[in-house]
């Protein structure tokens, strides 16, 4: 399965990721009414985020474990592994808010809702063609999209 592999020894910390992911998701598509008008307001939140620590930067987002700790911890079958794709898919309407997921997650990929009792998690864009958003607008390539 194909999954985005960050890579701190060419992320540079622009956030474009973070940016791309906010417009792919939102209702209107385009860049800045996203991230002025619809990130506040709708509680639209990137599934991606990037860590900075001195001079290394890395983009972190859900790896879509084989085995997904987030999916054992959830108590309302809000988690589930797709066995088709390999995907790990987020059901917002099971989610109960309780956040076992976000504490179970090896990787910090998974954030609370800004305004609401749920999560944000990656979906690798499911349905936009072309792959994820974040891997698209990363000007260095520190996102891979590949199987590994």
Not at 42 to 47: E, H, I, K, R, V
Not at 58 to 65: E, G, K, Y
Not at 89 to 96: A, G, I, L, N
Not at 118 to 128: H, Q
Request: proline share 5%; glycine share 8%.
């Amino acid at each position: 399965m194909k999954r985005v592999y960050p890579d701190k020894e060419y992320c540079i910390g622009c956030h474009l990721c973070e940016v791309a992911c906010i417009t792919a998701h939102s209702k209107s598509k385009d860049v800045i009414i996203a991230f002025r008008e619809e990130q506040g307001k709708d509680g639209l939140s990137a599934c991606k985020r990037v860590f900075e620590k001195g001079d290394t930067c890395v983009a972190i987002s859900c790896r879509h474990c084989d085995e997904p700790s987030c999916v054992a911890a959830c108590i309302s079958g809000g988690l589930h592994k797709d066995p088709e794709t390999g995907r790990t898919v987020y059901d917002r309407e099971k989610c109960v808010g309780c956040w076992s997921c976000l504490m179970a997650c090896p990787y910090g990929a998974i954030k609370r809702h800004p305004n609401e009792n749920k999560i944000v998690k990656c979906d690798l864009c499911e349905g936009r063609e072309g792959g994820p958003a974040c891997v698209a607008a990363c000007p260095n390539q520190a996102l891979k999209f590949e199987e590994r």
